[in-house]
């Protein structure tokens, strides 16, 4: 069974760092596509960031509002994906999910609260 389990939420000023991983498990197949997307209140949920692997190829790709700030990377050999965000706002404030596609199946970690705020 597919498990994602995030961690590295919290509370940031406006200007400051978090980082934010997800551990992915249980997948026989790997995981070729990882990503993280965010919600916030009132809001639909969207793509933050995803990174997908092909060979020893990593082809990423971010929503226009994170581009520059945000930075997507991965560890294969623990089948882990993590998310530096740089310069945070307050419009960053959401839950954020971690999101892996294994055959027709989408999987969601169970979310993880950033606030950024002063």
């Known amino acids: 069974q597919v498990q994602l389990v995030e961690s590295g939420g919290g509370l940031v000023q406006p200007g400051g760092s978090l980082r934010l991983s997800c551990a992915a498990s249980g997948s026989a197949f790997g995981f070729n596509v990882l990503g993280w997307y965010r919600q916030a209140p009132g809001k639909q949920r969207e793509l933050v960031a995803s990174?997908?692997?092909?060979?020893?190829?990593?082809?990423?790709d971010y929503g226009d509002s994170v581009k520059g700030r945000f930075t997507i990377s991965r560890d294969n050999a623990k089948n882990t994906v993590y998310l530096q965000m740089n310069s945070l706002k307050p419009e960053d404030t959401a839950v954020y999910y971690c999101n892996t596609k294994v055959g027709p199946y989408d999987y969601w970690g169970q979310g993880t609260q950033v606030t950024v705020s002063s």
């Open positions: 990174i997908r692997t092909s060979g020893r190829t990593n082809y990423v």
